[in-house]
């Protein structure tokens, strides 16, 4: 069976860092382009991040890139977005989502796979 479970959600001060953690199961992370995705109540999910670790390039949003950051251990088939300098419009869901195609800049074209989600909310 095919998962994506992501961890590592919280609630932080503003100014404050929390690690998201991306799990996968049934399939590997090689030739996908996996993606960071964040959802407001009442709007519509948007894409943060998305690399191809195949390739090693890695696009960022405006609005987190310098604070974001993703990174891998393919031995545990992770994917990590370390966010630092958080701010209260961060506060969402955060989902990581992979497609078996290259990225779409920061984001993906069609998700082959979802996670369920981790609220993150940061505090002023």
């Known amino acids: 069976e095919v998962q994506l479970v992501e961890s590592g959600g919280g609630l932080v001060q503003a100014g404050g860092s929390l690690r998201l953690s991306c799990a996968a199961s049934?399939?590997?992370?090689?030739?996908?382009?996996v993606a960071w995705f964040r959802q407001v109540p009442g709007k519509e999910r948007e894409g943060i991040s998305c690399?191809?670790?195949?390739?090693?390039?890695?696009a960022y949003e405006n609005s987190v890139k310098g604070r974001f950051t993703m990174a891998s251990d393919n031995a545990k088939n992770t994917v990590y977005l370390q966010m630092n300098s958080l701010k209260p419009e961060d506060t969402a869901v955060y989902y990581c989502a992979a497609e078996h195609a290259p990225c779409l800049g920061y984001t993906l074209r069609a998700a082959d796979f979802w996670g369920k989600g981790t609220l993150v909310t940061v505090s002023s």
């Open positions: 049934g399939f590997t992370f090689d030739d996908y382009a």
């Open positions: 690399t191809r670790f195949s390739e090693g390039n890695t």
